[in-house]
């Protein structure tokens, strides 16, 4: 109505203020995201540990020809994109000097072990010795050895032997574990950890790890006679009558 007042054509107005009738024309076309939002909740709930690009990836797969910018902005309005969480810091570890205590019950050191059965399948061992003796409190065996597990084996020892003045340990994600630290304060027990990758500053239970790897695993779980040398076969092999005759005294 304003052109028509001036007298001016539309075409006039667009040359005289140098814009393009096309834009002057444009009206946005409302474009619905159901389909899209419908495809990205699917693979939320399929894959939750990938992210957007894996998720456009397989978006393309699907023969879908949605623009990536569009396809962000609505994973974005839908939240997924959520902040990774980076690696936990530990807090700085000050240990205590290695010492042998006074009397029982005074420290306890505790570790892990691990190792495969001839089978393949991996196992652990939660081991745990008194500093002041070097006694071995308990060496439990599982195939999953959680936080939850570790509290019931030290309830387990401190019902006939009492509970610990400190215990020493590595940074294991079940000794840094809420569990460990909440049964710790309610007994009054001091978790003393050792700097990371410091390991000779739990050097009283990483002796016993030693012992107990050299005179239990490596006679009975892991066969050295029968692994190849180098790589080859060896040119000799133990029978069930050679090894009767060499054995008949043990």
Not at 7 to 32: F, I, N, P, T
Request: glycine share 6%; aromatic share 10%; proline share 5%.
């Amino acid at each position: 109505m304003q052109l028509q007042q001036q007298g001016l054509s539309q075409r006039a107005a667009c040359r005289a203020v140098a814009l393009s009738r096309s834009v002057l024309a444009y009206q946005r076309r409302e474009q619905g995201d159901e389909a899209i939002i419908a495809v990205l909740q699917e693979l939320a709930e399929r894959f939750p540990d990938r992210g957007f690009s894996k998720y456009y990836k397989l978006i393309r797969r699907r023969g879908h020809d949605w623009n990536h910018k569009r396809v962000h902005r609505v994973y974005c309005a839908l939240g997924l994109n959520r902040r990774r969480l980076g690696k936990k810091r530990l807090p700085p570890r000050d240990p205590a000097p290695l010492a042998v205590p006074n009397e029982v019950n005074r420290s306890w050191s505790m570790d892990f072990m691990s190792d495969a059965l001839w089978c393949g399948r991996r196992f652990r061992t939660f081991n745990v010795a008194d500093d002041f003796n070097r006694e071995v409190l308990v060496i439990e065996i599982d195939l999953n050895l959680p936080a939850a597990r570790v509290v019931r084996v030290l309830e387990r020892i401190a019902a006939w032997r009492g509970y610990p003045a400190r215990i020493r340990m590595d940074n294991g994600p079940e000794f840094i574990a809420g569990a460990l630290a909440d049964w710790a304060q309610q007994h009054g027990v001091e978790l003393g950890f050792i700097q990371p990758g410091r390991s000779m500053q739990n050097a009283f239970i990483e002796r016993l790890n030693r012992s107990y790897r050299e005179a239990c695993w490596t006679c009975t779980c892991s066969r050295p006679w029968m692994r190849p040398r180098n790589g080859r076969r060896p040119g000799w092999r133990i029978t069930t009558k050679s090894y009767r005759t060499t054995h008949s005294a043990i």
